[in-house]
Antibody, heavy 122, light 108 residues
Framework: QVQLVQSGAEVKKPGASVKVSCKVS????????MHWVRQAPGKGLEWMGG????????IYAQKFQGRVTVTEDTSTDTAYMELSSLRSEDTAVYFC???????????????WGQGTLVTVSS | DIQMTQSPSTLSASVGDRVTITCRAS??????LAWYQQKPGEAPKVLIY???TLERGVPSRFSGGGSGTEFTLTISSLQPDDFATYYC??????????FGQGTKVEIK
């Protein structure tokens, strides 16, 4: 059974960066496609980016391109999402989630972390 | 980018009711659609993928249908545990707006 455990809540000032971690247990991170989805308070879900093991590339949503970096440390089975140039609108719960691909498609998500609240406030 | 629109935004229903949520895509996504349930303070949970395939462990009162641009999630007999917010998600292509805006199912 795959389990994803995320790092704790963060409070950041505008302009700063935040790095959220997601520790995998029950499976090898190198065999998974890990993605990041966020949810602003009272709002819906937004896909930010993730790793496509098919071609070994990380894909980012255009909205976050240039501000988000998704990385992995397969030696510790830990995935990371770093978001830079934070603004108040980035206040949200950030989830890691494992992706399942259709045939030549993007991913839907089966296992999810518990979420990490990132608050951006001066 | 493909836009996903759910309706209604809120649905009031009673235990035992049959409820249907609709999700429309701005262009054809074939059957590359998933449905999720989310309760307050929790992560989303996948219910259905490929439009109509039930995720293992999900009760059979949940069913999905549709293809192309119009999809439905039906709960055949609403149970107390089903009061939650439901999201559709297209996975034909990558997009920050892959998810619908959500439908909150509340107690009537």
């Amino acid at each position: 059974q795959v389990q994803l455990v995320q790092s704790g809540a963060e409070v950041k000032k505008p302009g700063a960066s935040v790095k959220v971690s997601c520790k995998v247990s029950g499976y090898m991170l190198s065999k998974l496609s890990m993605h990041w989805v966020r949810q602003a308070p009272g709002k819906g879900l937004e896909w930010m980016g993730g790793f496509d093991p098919g071609d070994g590339e990380t894909i980012y949503a255009q909205k976050f391109q240039g501000r988000v970096t998704v990385t992995e440390d397969t030696s510790t089975d830990t995935a990371y999402m770093e978001l830079s140039s934070l603004r108040s609108e980035d206040t949200a719960v950030y989830f890691c989630a494992t992706g399942i691909m259709g045939v030549g498609t993007a991913y839907y998500f089966d296992y999810w972390g518990q979420g990490t609240l990132v608050t951006v406030s001066s | 980018d493909i836009q996903m629109t759910q309706s209604p935004s809120t649905l009031s229903a009673s235990v035992g009711d049959r409820v249907t949520i609709t999700c429309r895509a701005s262009q054809s996504i074939s059957r590359w659609l998933a449905w999720y349930q989310q309760k307050p303070g929790e992560a989303p949970k996948v219910l259905i993928y490929k439009a109509s395939t039930l995720e293992r462990g999900v009760p059979s009162r949940f069913s999905g249908g549709g293809s192309g641009t119009e999809f439905t999630l039906t709960i055949s007999s609403l149970q107390p545990d089903d009061f939650a917010t439901y999201y559709c998600q297209q996975y034909k292509s990558y997009s920050a707006e892959a998810f619908g805006q959500g439908t909150k199912v509340e107690i009537k």
